[in-house]
Every structure is written in C-alpha cells, then in structure tokens.
C-alpha cells in the first residue's frame, strides 16, 4: 500500500501518478475507509436494506452520537465507512441534488442518478490540485421507478451495482459470507438474520452483538425509509441467538 522512500515523491499530490501506474493518495483514502467500522446493504424482496456497527472506543461514548446511517430522501438513505466529517459534507451535497431535483422536475431522484453525482464528485477531488480525496465509501441505496438499488461509491469515484454490499473493517468476511448465503428475494426477517451473522463473523469471538450498538433500517416498496427500532432489533438478535 505505501511507496518506498524512492517513489515518495508521488504521493505528495492526488494528481500525481507513479511511474507504475498508482495514484497513492487515493489508495490512502482507500486505507481509512478499510479501518472504519463494518456497513452492510443488502436487497431483499420488498426493499433494501441497511445495517452499521457503531463500535465505540470508549464506554463513556454515546453510541447514538455517531453517524454512520444517513436518510438523504425519503427513499435513498446511504451507509458510510471512512471519514465522518467527509462523509456528512457529501450527504450534505447528496440532500440538496434531492430537494434540487423535486424543485426542477416534480418527482423523486433516481437512486443511480444521485449515486452518479456524488461519484462524479468524489472523481473530481482526484484530479485537481489543491484538493484531497475524500475518505469514505458509502453503501447508497433505495427504491425509485426502476425497482430495488444498491450502490457503492469509492473514493476514487467508482461506483457499482451490487445485492450485497459490505464496506468498512471486516468487508473480505462479510462478503465472502454474502456470496455463499444471499438469495434473491430473501424474505425480511432473513435478511436481517444474514445482516446480523455477518457482522459477528467479524467480530472476535468472545465479542457479543451488542444492540445498543446496532442501527439498522429499511426503504420498502413504498419508497419510504423506516428505521428498525432498538426493541425490534433486540427481537431480532434474540431469534438469532437460538439458531
């Protein structure tokens, strides 16, 4: 991941590529988003759906105060991994190419066009000086005329569609669990129950899932987000358990 003393040279600006082809400042943004807390979306048969670790450092730490879930419109909300003040100036941006877009045109965004956008931004960041890379990947997804979305972002500005999507500390788990385990139209509860061993499986193990922890919602077929509540999801965890 990082150059030898005599390629240093070509990480002092985003723009700037190494005689191998790399451009280091980009791969560093790539570096925090991989230390971030585990995110998670996944499609299932009537929605999409959201889930974040909010693994924190300290007891005396409100696990509410952190940000790692973001409702951007009433059926797009997106999962960060990475920089949290980078990412709260991007959904930022994202809300307002949401309200920008009712205003213009009468009717909701698209989810891939507004997965687009923030792409497009992050892609610029790399590419003129005097700029840095912003350090998050999101998880944007959610329900618009064209059926069930599910994106990721990177900080270079690629994007891809997935059904399953993992992102922070604990991806390579996470998604080699996703590939064996997920179905097409899984039903709610089995989602949720994927969602949940996922993130165990990077957890260690005489680590417990802890609920107050947890945050998960859900964009249904009526485009409209609702987040899971804490007894909801303590219901969940506890059917978990048993199996």
Same mark, same amino acid.
């Given at each position: ?15 700037? !590529? ?6 280091? #400042?980009? =791969? ?13 979306? $996944? @499609? ?22 952190? =940000? ?7 059926? &797009? ?12 100036? $991007? @959904?930022?941006?994202?809300? #307002? ?19 687009? =956008?923030?792409?497009? +931004?992050? #892609?610029?960041?790399? #590419? ?10 999101? +998880? &944007?997804?959610? @329900? ?22 993992? +992102?922070?500390?604990?991806?390579n788990e996470a998604m080699d669990l996703f590939e064996k385990e ?9 989602? &949720?129950? $994927?969602? $949940? %061993?996922?993130?165990? %499986? ?13 945050? !998960? ?13 804490? =007894? ?10 048993? %199996?």
């Amino acid at each position: 991941m990082y150059p030898s003393p005599k390629m240093s040279a070509y990480d002092r600006a985003a723009t700037m !590529f190494s005689p191998d082809g790399r451009l280091y #400042q980009v =791969e560093y943004a790539s570096k925090i988003v991989s230390q971030g807390t585990l995110g998670l979306g $996944l @499609v299932y048969d009537k929605g999409v759906l959201f889930g974040v670790d909010k693994k924190t450092s300290s007891k005396l730490l409100i696990p509410e105060s952190i =940000e790692k879930l973001f409702v951007i419109d009433d059926h &797009i909300a997106a999962v960060s991994s990475g920089l949290v003040g980078d990412a709260r100036r $991007l @959904v930022e941006i994202a809300r #307002q190419k949401a309200q920008e877009n009712m205003v213009y045109y009468e009717e909701p965004i698209h989810v891939e066009t507004l997965v687009k =956008e923030i792409s497009g +931004i992050k #892609q610029a960041f790399t #590419q003129y000086g005097g700029m840095r890379p912003f350090g998050v990947s999101f +998880i &944007i997804g959610g @329900v618009d005329e064209s059926g069930k979305r599910l994106f990721e972002t990177e900080p270079s500005g690629a994007l891809a569609e997935y059904r399953a999507i993992a +992102i922070g500390a604990g991806r390579n788990e996470a998604m080699d669990l996703f590939e064996k385990e997920f179905k097409d139209e899984m039903a709610y509860d089995d989602g &949720i129950a $994927l969602m $949940l %061993k996922a993130i165990k %499986k990077t957890l260690p193990e005489s680590e417990k899932l802890d609920p107050s922890r947890l945050e !998960f919602g859900y964009i249904d077929l009526r485009m409209k987000y609702n987040s899971i509540p804490k =007894e909801e999801m303590k219901s969940h965890l506890a059917n978990f358990s048993k %199996k």
